[in-house]
């Protein structure tokens, strides 16, 4: 008997019955609606993805998506997705993180679970202030900026996420645009598809804390000049065709140069945008890349191959099986010293 074709699932099957319970104008609708469109195209059966969130804000996500989720405790989202891949590979494990839950208190278990490369999917919603616990500064806040718990203005030195993703060697780093569906849903493509740690930078908007911190990037009408989309193979040019604009490197160090319409910018010396390379330089160099001197790099930044955790761990496991055979835990149990209680 032929096999029953599989039924193609929609957007709505992966909609929770639970009221959505965000600010007005939350960033963080767009991204649980683009999320929720994509994972349908992905090819995953529901009862094989786990959406996995620490505290904040963002960490609501798991209980809007018809999947498997945990709402774990502040900032070891990382630790508990760690668990889950490394005992059931086959899952598709997504970690929602936010710039203070991944970044502060857990920044340490975020390091671990990139540099190790496990097939995870990390989501940072980004809006550089603490939302949930009403408006203190964020590791990503800007210096000078004031709140309730910096009324005199920050004197901290912001963390830049894509930095500190390179930093501990991610294999798979993008950023995108709370407001940009389709160019998020082709991030969240992407990194879906990559095999080992997919870090994904979200810039939301929070229009309570910190309101139009990404304003120039997310108005479609500024977005061309404030914006440098990132493209595999194509050069690094921003800016409307009546002014556009290139960035060249000299001694490694970027600058921004004008293109006369029509120009070749690649005669020009603008760089094409390369994120395979295994050395993080490059993407470390866009990285650097701010507003208002540069436009903000958006896009895939690196985007290259390494063995995961999780295979290797398997690997480990089954060549001890082959060698000391699959072993008997109630034998294991009662070896050596036992005492009764």
């Known amino acids: 008997m032929a096999a029953e074709p599989a039924v193609k699932l929609t957007r709505k099957e992966f909609v929770s019955d639970q009221d959505v319970r965000w600010c007005p104008g939350c960033g963080d609708y767009s991204v649980l609606a683009n999320v929720q469109r994509v994972m349908p195209d992905l090819g995953v059966p529901r009862e094989n993805v786990v959406f996995v969130s620490g505290i904040g804000c ?46 502060s208190i857990g920044g340490n278990h975020l390091l671990h679970s990139i540099r190790r490369n496990i097939d995870t999917q990390i989501l940072l919603f980004n809006n550089q202030i603490y939302g949930l616990t009403k408006g203190q500064y964020s590791p990503t806040s800007e210096v000078g900026i004031k709140t309730k718990s910096t009324p005199q203005g920050s ?58 911190i990404w304003d120039d990037v997310q108005d479609r009408k500024s977005r061309a000049q404030a914006a440098l989309v990132l493209e595999h193979g194509k050069p690094l040019v921003f800016g409307t065709l009546d002014d556009q604009k290139g960035i060249v490197f000299k001694d490694g160090i970027p600058s921004v140069i004008d293109l006369a319409e029509g120009e070749d910018p690649i005669e020009r010396g603008v760089v094409v945008h390369d994120e395979r390379p295994q050395a993080s330089s490059y993407a470390g160099v866009l990285a650097t890349l701010r507003r208002p001197e540069f436009p903000l790099p958006v896009g895939v930044f690196r985007a290259v191959e390494k063995p995961t955790y999780e295979a290797m761990l398997q690997d480990q496991v089954d060549s001890a099986v082959s060698q000391l055979g699959a072993g008997d835990l109630r034998k294991l149990l009662h070896s050596g010293d036992t005492w009764q209680i």
């Open 155 to 212: 004197i901290d030195h912001p963390v830049d996420p894509i930095a500190f993703a390179l930093g501990c060697g991610a294999t798979f780093i993008a950023r995108t645009i709370d407001v940009d569906a389709k160019h998020m849903q082709v991030i969240l493509k992407r990194a879906h598809e990559h095999k080992g740690t997919a870090f994904v930078e979200i810039l939301q908007n929070c229009p309570v804390f910190n309101d139009g």
């Open 58 to 103: 963002s960490s609501r996500f798991p209980y809007y998506m018809n999947t498997y989720g945990f709402h774990t405790i502040h900032g070891r989202a990382p630790a508990f997705a760690t668990g889950i891949k490394a005992s059931r590979p086959e899952l598709s494990v997504w970690i929602v993180t936010g710039d203070g839950d991944g970044l």
